[in-house]
């Protein structure tokens, strides 16, 4: 079985469906976390935001944003997102699974969505939402020499961060917040392999620790 199979395999097991699609009265969001093999290794695809942006200025980001009400579903929002940030047509992309939703920082239900996309894609930045697009090798998330966490008040379980040095630009990236621990989620999902460094919840079993944070925020509705 090769290698893009095999992760497909792997991340499915973790697919949602439907489960959080209906909770009352949280605002949602969705992103697209694009991988695709390159060189038999597997990479991410990522977006560094425009500095001009209200909210999330200058971050590393996957593809994504808030749904719409025209929107049929989660994947909807990450798709139409993806094409309008970086020019991702919804035809190119063969989508995984839906993983348990994340409350990020400003009350936001973030549906990840991990989806294949193909090597050749050239991305065209829309450069009022995005200035950079690149390529992060998946399994430097599992990677404990870039890697440092810390406490936040408030936030359930440590701020996980990466400094990526893209060998594209010499640029140094921040990876840090939800798009770390996403990334860190589809590494030791689909490459089936722990990190190097503690995480602060249950990779055998992931699912409840999220399901608490979404509990919690629900009881203050």
């Known amino acids: 079985m090769d290698l893009k199979e095999s992760v497909k395999i792997?991340?499915?097991?973790?697919?949602t469906g439907d489960l959080f699609s209906n909770l009352p009265t949280m605002p949602k969001a969705s992103v697209?976390?694009?991988?695709?093999v390159r060189g038999q290794e597997l990479h991410v695809?990522?977006?560094?935001?425009?500095?001009?942006?209200?909210?999330?200025a200058g971050e590393v980001c996957f593809p994504g944003g808030k749904s719409d009400p025209e929107d049929?579903?989660?994947?909807?929002t990450a798709l139409r997102e993806a094409k309008e940030e970086v020019g991702l047509p919804p035809e190119q992309v063969e989508v995984v699974c839906k993983?348990?939703?994340?409350?990020?920082?400003?009350?936001?239900l973030v549906t990840p969505v991990v989806a294949f996309i193909e090597e050749s894609f050239e991305p065209q930045p829309n450069p009022d939402e995005v200035s950079e697009v690149f390529t992060v090798p998946l399994d430097f998330f599992r990677q404990e020499a870039a890697h440092s966490a810390y406490p936040v008040p408030g936030i359930q379980g440590p701020v996980h961060s990466f400094l990526y040095p893209d060998p594209s630009t010499g640029r140094q990236q921040h990876i840090w917040g939800l798009t770390a621990l996403l990334a860190i989620l589809v590494a030791t999902l689909g490459l089936e392999k722990k990190p190097?460094?503690?995480?602060?919840?249950?990779?055998?079993?992931?699912?409840?620790?999220?399901?608490?944070s979404i509990d919690h925020r629900l009881s203050k509705l």
Request: aromatic share 12%; glycine share 4%; hydrophobic share 40%.
């Open 10 to 15: 792997a991340l499915k097991r973790y697919d």
């Open 32 to 36: 697209l976390i694009p991988l695709f």
């Open 45 to 56: 695809l990522m977006t560094l935001r425009s500095p001009q942006l209200k909210s999330n």
């Open 72 to 76: 049929q579903d989660e994947v909807d």
């Open 99 to 108: 993983l348990f939703p994340i409350i990020n920082k400003r009350g936001l």
């Open 196 to 212: 190097e460094f503690t995480v602060g919840f249950d990779l055998e079993n992931p699912l409840p620790f999220f399901q608490r």
